[in-house]
């Protein structure tokens, strides 16, 4: 166990369709990240909020919305996708200043598009 | 971006054999170095963090070194076992953001 939960594990949703992954950490870090993993394609990073401010975005399409209400939750709310985003979807979160900025990663949502 | 290679993409080993793979990354503004183990249908996890030119850390049968001189980094399992397979990342990070490589899919055959 990592201390990164990721809610639903596995999402199948049409292309109209509006859907919500939800990623927890219980760590105590004060960042969090989204990844996307596509096959055969090393890990993108999407978003990142520190101190539940969004630092980074990756050029990421406005299909795909984030949003942290706290430094424990974070959101990823979908609308409209494409079956090119259908891939695995990673959480992580750190700790800025410690460690290296050593990620913790959640098991992921495996998201299908149809 | 940053351009992290691994290789190879993948191995195949039989048990008990020790095997390597490597770990590259621009050697300019570099911070630190993390190799993680990802099994499938699980969270990756953290194996090393690595920071200093000629570093070398062990975990049980797995090691890494590391030249931030050249650019690389090689992982070293001894006495490979069925449970060690798993993918193989790793990941610079000149500063907060992490760039990754591909990964290298170690199976083990029993």
């Known amino acids: 166990e990592t201390g990164v939960t990721q809610t639903p594990r596995h999402l199948v949703m049409g292309m109209t369709n509006k859907k919500s992954l939800k990623c927890e950490q219980h760590l105590g870090h004060n960042a969090m990240y989204w990844y996307k993993q596509s096959a055969k394609k090393p890990l993108e990073l999407m978003f990142v909020y520190n101190f539940k401010e969004q630092t980074e975005n990756n050029s990421v399409p406005s299909r795909f919305s984030p949003e942290c209400p706290n430094s424990s939750h974070l959101f990823l709310h979908l609308h409209t996708l494409q079956p090119e985003d259908s891939a695995l979807y990673l959480c992580a979160s750190s700790q800025v200043g410690q460690s290296y900025n050593e990620q913790f990663f959640g098991p992921g949502t495996r998201l299908t598009v149809l | 971006i940053l351009n992290v290679e691994q290789s190879p993409q993948s191995l195949h080993v039989q048990e008990g054999d020790s095997t390597n793979f490597t770990c590259s990354f621009p ?27 000629g570093d070398e850390k062990k975990k049980g049968r797995i090691s890494a070194t590391l030249n931030t001189k050249e650019g690389y980094s090689y992982l070293y399992i001894k006495g490979s076992q069925p449970e060690d397979s798993a993918t193989y990342l790793c990941a610079s990070n000149p500063g907060n953001q992490f760039y990754f490589g591909t990964g290298t899919s170690l199976t083990v055959i029993p």
């Open chain 2, 27 to 53: 050697s300019s503004n570099f911070y630190a170095l993390h190799w993680y183990r990802w099994e499938t249908a699980k969270s990756p996890e953290a194996l090393f963090v690595m920071t200093l030119n």
